[in-house]
């Protein structure tokens, strides 16, 4: 039993494409994340939800959407992709917000652009 | 934006005690110290965490100093599996959310 899935494990796209990847949490948490590795390996997070509302937005630029249609899953819509978003992309999830929640990561999404 | 400093890298021989050192000198009293560690490839894997006193469980150690300017990760019996990349984390609060901030982390090499 996962406890957050990803979906696709791997995806390999042409610059300019549009892509989506989604996540699934089956922990009955209330609070998503997704966040990004590079290739030097620095994680940094992007988005976090809080019961289907974004409370966390990094900067992202706006081509980047993610969507939770409900509180078990957080998607990832990219659009127009550029070579820079090639990354790791993991999901998260957390009981809350409070600062003491533990975080649970997904297996990671590999994005390649060409 | 990491408010943690860790060496870049640690050994240590398989059965021995992995001490995984993190200076954290600007940290507040309310925030806390996580440990995760990132296992080649695979998400990171949350391990222990703490805000004053020392914290145990079935994977780890955690011993603060008293100022909590410093703490350090102890794998009291380091096996090949244990060979990660581990990251000393303080839980930043912005608003209302509250986000994980890697930095750069260990990267411990167990051997035989």
Known sequence: DT?????????????????SIKCEQNLGHDTMYWYKQDSKKFLKIMFSYNNKELIINETVPNRFSPKSPDKAHLNLHINS???GDSAVYFCASSSGLAQQETQYFGPGTRLLVL | DAKTTQPTSMDCAEGRAANLPCNHSTISGNEYVYWYRQIHSQGPQYIIHGLKNNETNEMASLIITEDRKSSTLILPHATLRDTAVYYCIVRVRTGTASKLTFGTGTRLQVTL
Do not use: H, I, R
């Open chain 1, 3 to 19: 406890a957050v899935s990803q979906t696709p494990k791997y995806l390999v796209t042409q610059m300019g494409n549009d892509k």
């Open chain 1, 81 to 83: 992709l550029e070579l």
